[in-house]
C-alpha cells in the first residue's frame, strides 16, 4: 500500500497519521484515557507519552507501507483533533483475505451515529480498495454498544471465545463475529 486513504465524511475525514502527527492521537488518548479503559489491555506510563506515540505511529506507518495494516483515524472537520478510529490489522492475504477490525471513539461522540459512519465508509474502502474476503471484530459480551452496532453493519456471530484477550488487566471471554465481502 502506498497511497494514503482520504475517506470524507459528514464530520470529518478518515486518513492515516504520520509519525509527526503524533499529538493528534496523544490528546486522544489522554482525554479519554478513562473512558477506554474498560475496553483496552491496561497501560504502561510510556503508553501515553507523546514519544510513545510518535515510535508506535511510526511503526504502524511502516505496517500500513507493508501492507498488513490499515490504522485509520477520523479527524474532525478542521483537521485539528482525533475523534475516533478504526484499525485494520492482522492483514492476511493468500487464501485467506482477511483482516481484524479494532475500534474507538471519543467519549463526546459516543452514540450519535458517528462511528456507524466511519466504519461503513472504512469496510466499503477494504472491501472495495483492498479487496479482502472478510473482516473479523469481537467484542466483550457486556460491550452492548458494540454489539449493536457491529449486528446493524451486518457482522455475524460466528462463536464464543473463552479468555480471550487480557483486557484492563483480566483476561476476558469474547464474541466473535465475521463480515464477508457481499461481491465476493
Excluded at 505496517?63 to 478504526?86: D, H, R, S, T, Y
Amino acid at each position: 500500500m502506498d497511497t494514503i486513504p482520504t475517506i470524507n465524511i459528514s464530520r470529518g475525514i478518515i486518513t492515516l497519521l504520520k509519525p509527526d502527527q503524533a499529538d493528534l492521537v496523544y490528546q486522544y488518548y489522554l482525554f479519554n484515557q478513562e473512558h477506554l479503559a474498560p475496553w483496552e489491555p491496561q497501560r504502561d506510563a510510556d503508553f501515553h507519552s507523546l514519544s510513545g506515540w510518535q515510535e508506535r505511529l511510526a511503526n504502524s506507518f511502516e505496517l500500513f507501507q507493508q501492507g498488513i495494516m490499515l490504522p485509520l483515524v477520523v479527524l474532525n472537520q478542521q483537521k485539528n483533533e482525533m475523534i475516533a478510529c478504526c484499525n485494520f490489522s492482522n492483514i492476511v492475504r493468500g487464501v485467506f483475505q482477511a483482516c481484524h477490525l479494532g475500534y474507538s471513539i471519543d467519549v463526546r461522540y459516543q452514540g450519535t451515529g458517528l462511528m456507524y459512519e466511519v466504519l461503513s465508509n472504512a469496510i466499503s474502502h477494504v472491501f472495495e480498495q483492498l479487496d479482502l474476503h472478510r473482516i473479523m471484530a469481537n467484542y466483550l459480551p457486556h460491550n452492548v454498544r458494540s454489539e449493536a452496532l457491529l449486528k446493524r453493519l451486518g457482522f455475524q456471530q460466528e462463536g464464543y471465545a473463552k479468555s480471550y484477550l487480557k483486557i484492563n488487566g483480566q483476561w476476558q471471554d469474547h464474541i466473535l463475529t465475521a463480515l464477508v465481502n457481499p461481491k465476493h
